[in-house]
């Protein structure tokens, strides 16, 4: 099935280090979600975007909607060793039959070094 | 907690089985979602309800089939099991019918076929 374009695909990073991924995808989107989902758990949302160019933060987490409405990025600042896990992107729009399509990136896995 | 339960947690079946997985949204929530996480795999979208109503369609095998009951809980049932539909199969809900709701996860049911 169709999935969104995640970069990086995995990473590790030294606690306290900024961390910036982003999603991409050939079409455009409404909304974009950001996910974080721990091992054997569900994804958790993080941040919603509903327009493109909107900038929006949660605690360290900071999410952009492009302004092409074909990509979106997170960063989060000062990682700490709870962030690891894998983090998904969503793009939730409309398709060209006219159906609602929901669409996950391939996610970035994140490991934090203390 | 998101909210969302889901049941049963793990299944082990046979090849050629057929399950069936619950799924109850948030209360006041109308929508339900289902998806599948094969191993280190994205979020492949299956199928959504609306207030008991087929809404939207994604990867779902002829084999899958859902509903969304009057109490708004969903099951998907899936037939003639085969090795390759071992894997995580999630729940969701919002509160909206459109794409532009942010989605809640449940816990997943996890679905090994031997």
């Known amino acids: 099935g169709q999935q969104l374009n995640q970069s990086p695909q995995s990473m590790f990073i030294q606690e306290g280090e900024d961390v910036s991924m982003n999603c991409t995808s050939s079409s455009i989107f409404n909304t974009w979600l950001w996910y974080k989902q721990d091992p054997g758990e569900g994804p958790v949302l993080l941040i919603a975007l509903y327009k493109a160019g909107e900038l929006t933060s949660n605690g360290r987490l900071t999410a952009q909607f492009g302004i092409t409405r074909k990509d979106s990025f997170l960063n989060i600042s000062a990682s700490i060793p709870s962030d690891v896990g894998i983090y998904f992107c969503?793009?939730?729009?409309?398709?060209?039959?006219?159906?609602?399509?929901?669409?996950f990136g391939t996610g970035t896995r994140l490991k934090v070094l203390a | 907690d998101s909210g969302v339960t889901q049941t049963p947690k793990h299944l082990i079946t046979a090849t050629g089985q057929r399950v069936t997985l619950r799924c109850s949204p948030r209360s006041g929530d109308l929508s339900v979602y289902w998806y599948q996480q094969s191993l280190d795999q994205g979020l492949q979208f299956l199928i959504q309800y609306y207030n008991g109503e087929e809404r939207a369609k994604g990867n779902i095998l002829e084999r899958f089939s859902a509903q969304q009951f009057p109490d708004l809980h969903s099951e998907l049932n899936l037939s003639s099991l085969e090795l390759g539909d071992s894997a995580l199969y999630f729940c969701a809900s919002s509160v909206g019918e459109t794409s532009s709701y942010e989605q809640y996860f449940g816990p997943g049911t996890r679905l090994t076929v031997t």
């Open positions: 969503a793009g939730l729009g409309i398709s060209t039959s006219g159906t609602y399509k929901y669409i």
